[in-house]
């Protein structure tokens, strides 16, 4: 584990250095993406200028569920999305031999090998819109309150790392499937509102088909302190099913790669 983490800490270090060559587009990105981050924070305030609550959560609350979307969505931006390109590319066009042949997990190199750093702006503007909604709120979460958001919030970003990496693992046997992670950044624009605000279908499948609801919803529960053991457990279990699916995907998935050189 150490030394992933060292290798994984060395490749953010390259990909910093490669991106401060071009500082213009660095921070032309990072504007972008706080004006994204703006969108968002209006779509949601739009709702409240004609109702106190929407699914039971105010304002305040909402804006929770708010600053977790947009830290996903800058995890998806930075991490996530980039490494996704990278595998499709080297799938078309066979050079994923490069990461096949190193003496480190193939996974784990293609799916965390680069970042953007541009996407730390809109980051740090999510947890700055939950740091806000904590003050509107004049609340002060409890240490048993931090250790739930903190788990729930791991759990959410391994969740949405596991799906990420399971359409990687799609691309060999698809190679373009650009409207399949199209589809879910569709589908992850719901998580910027708290579960409850949909349907009772729609919560359904938002909680039990695609895990939506355990990305923001969740973990905001859990910071607020309205958070149900059981969905906290349930937190966990889906982070272990969505990283062990990738994981036994990924590993069926190379089994039908045909390299450049055969």
Request: without cysteine.
């Amino acid at each position: 584990m150490r030394r992933y983490l060292s290798l994984w800490l060395t490749f953010l270090k390259a990909n910093l250095l490669l991106e401060l060559e071009y500082r213009a587009n660095l921070i032309a990105g990072a504007a972008l993406g706080v004006f994204w981050a703006g969108v968002s924070f209006v779509s949601v305030a739009v709702f409240y200028l004609h109702t106190e609550t929407v699914g039971g959560w105010d304002y305040a609350q909402a804006l929770v569920v708010l600053g977790l979307f947009i830290v996903m969505q800058s995890v998806i931006s930075a991490v996530l999305s980039p490494n996704l390109q990278r595998v499709v590319e080297m799938v078309r066009e066979g050079t994923m031999d490069f990461v096949l042949i190193k003496p480190a997990d193939a996974q784990f190199l293609a799916t965390l090998r680069f970042a953007r750093y541009a996407s730390v702006a809109d980051l740090t503007a999510g947890v700055l819109v939950i740091a806000q909604a904590l003050q509107q709120m004049d609340y002060k979460p409890s240490w048993s309150a931090l250790a739930a958001f903190f788990g729930a919030a791991l759990a959410g970003l391994l969740t949405l790392y596991g799906i990420w990496a399971a359409m990687a693992a799609l691309a060999f046997w698809f190679v373009k499937i650009e409207n399949l992670s199209d589809l879910f950044q569709s589908i992850f624009e719901t998580a910027r509102f708290p579960i409850s605000a949909y349907s009772t279908v729609l919560r359904f499948l938002l909680t039990f088909v695609l895990p939506i609801a355990f990305l923001t919803t969740v973990p905001a529960q859990a910071l607020i302190g309205i958070a149900e053991p059981p969905f906290l457990a349930a937190a966990a279990g889906v982070a272990a099913l969505a990283v062990g699916s990738s994981r036994w995907l990924w590993r069926r998935a190379l089994r039908t790669y045909t390299s450049a050189s055969s």
